[in-house]
């Protein structure tokens, strides 16, 4: 045979032994790969198996033990309020997104048996979490207002560049700028308030106040006050008497008498000695 035949015959035999070894180079690597991943997952199984057992031991050998037994109710309450929630959508504000594992286990901490009981706690949990929020707004408020010669913003949605990540928008939508008479226990430093557009339920729910002086909440009477109304009615008689004394607040509820003008303040203020009248033999 040729020289140069036997030269081309041995090249390929080279070459093609070359591309059989890097072949089984490959495979070598997917198997210690493979091998590498099977450990893995045959060491998570078996801790997995490990804590399983462990769980089922203590349940088995702690049943009387009080510490463990209320433990083991107080997960099943979490566990039942948020099925509540999941079956109870209205139930829910955005800003639940960001409730902890504590948040839910401090909402759950009581007996949920009845109706009523799982609406306390919702409220629980609403509360914590918009409280929370509203801390946050406050130092959006506080930076808008630094950079916008102290006024206050007229929507809602210019306070969006400075929350720090930005917030949800559904979040935000759900507030709003109001006179601050409409929450009249809440003094924030200024005319304006920011609050909640309205309450999930009305009997249990807290209201936020944010201004420039900080926030602040208020309990379920802010939505259900009964003297809200009355004292929206009086408002302009207030006024008139603290324009005409220097800026100063009525001592006693008669000096509002001569500013009292129309048939509707004056049923107000019938109705507001009632409740003052109410209170003080209480």
């Known amino acids: 045979?040729?020289?140069?035949?036997?030269?081309?015959?041995?090249?390929?035999?080279?070459?093609?032994?070359?591309?059989?070894?890097?072949?089984?180079?490959?495979?070598?690597?997917?198997?210690?790969?493979?091998?590498?991943?099977?450990?893995?997952?045959?060491?998570?199984?078996?801790?997995?198996?490990?804590?399983?057992?462990?769980?089922?031991?203590?349940?088995?050998?702690?049943?009387?033990?009080?510490?463990?037994?209320e433990a083991i109710r107080w997960k099943d309450r979490v566990n039942s309020l948020k099925q509540h929630l999941a079956q109870n959508p209205v139930a829910g504000i955005p800003e639940l997104q960001f409730a902890s594992n504590?948040?839910?286990?401090?909402?759950?901490?009581?007996?949920?048996?009845?109706?009523?009981?799982?609406?306390?706690?919702?409220s629980d949990l609403r509360n914590t979490v918009q409280n929370r929020f509203a801390n946050d707004m406050k130092e959006a408020l506080?930076?808008?207002?630094?950079?916008?010669?102290?006024?206050?913003?007229?929507?809602?949605?210019?306070?969006?560049?400075?929350?720090?990540?930005?917030?949800?928008?559904?979040?935000?939508?759900?507030?709003?700028?109001?006179?601050?008479?409409?929450?009249?226990?809440?003094?924030?430093?200024?005319?304006?308030?920011?609050?909640?557009?309205?309450?999930?339920?009305?009997?249990?729910?807290?209201?936020?106040?944010?201004?420039?002086?900080?926030w602040g909440s208020s309990g379920p009477q802010s939505w259900n006050d009964p003297i809200e109304s009355t004292l929206k009615i009086l408002n302009p008689a207030l006024k008139a008497y603290a324009a005409a004394n220097s800026g100063a607040e009525p001592s006693k509820p008669s000096d509002l008498l001569p500013f009292i003008t129309t048939p509707e303040q004056k049923t107000a203020y019938e109705k507001a000695l009632k409740f003052l009248e109410a209170n003080k033999r209480d």
Do not use: C, H
């Not at 015959?9 to 790969?33: C, F, G, H, V």
């Open 142 to 214: 506080k930076k808008y207002l630094d950079a916008n010669n102290k006024k206050f913003p007229t929507d809602i949605s210019q306070l969006q560049p400075y929350f720090k990540p930005p917030v949800d928008e559904a979040i935000l939508q759900r507030y709003a700028i109001l006179p601050k008479d409409q929450i009249p226990n809440l003094r924030m430093g200024g005319d304006l308030i920011i609050s909640q557009k309205s309450p999930v339920d009305a009997d249990f729910d807290q209201r936020v106040g944010i201004g420039p002086s900080g």
């Open 102 to 122: 504590q948040d839910w286990l401090d909402a759950a901490r009581r007996e949920l048996k009845t109706d009523e009981d799982y609406r306390r706690a919702m």
């Open 1 to 69: 045979m040729p020289l140069n035949e036997q030269i081309g015959q041995l090249s390929q035999a080279l070459t093609a032994a070359t591309n059989q070894l890097e072949a089984l180079r490959d495979d070598s690597e997917r198997l210690n790969r493979n091998t590498s991943d099977l450990l893995k997952l045959r060491g998570e199984v078996g801790r997995l198996r490990n804590e399983s057992q462990e769980l089922a031991q203590l349940k088995a050998g702690s049943t009387n033990d009080p510490t463990v037994l």
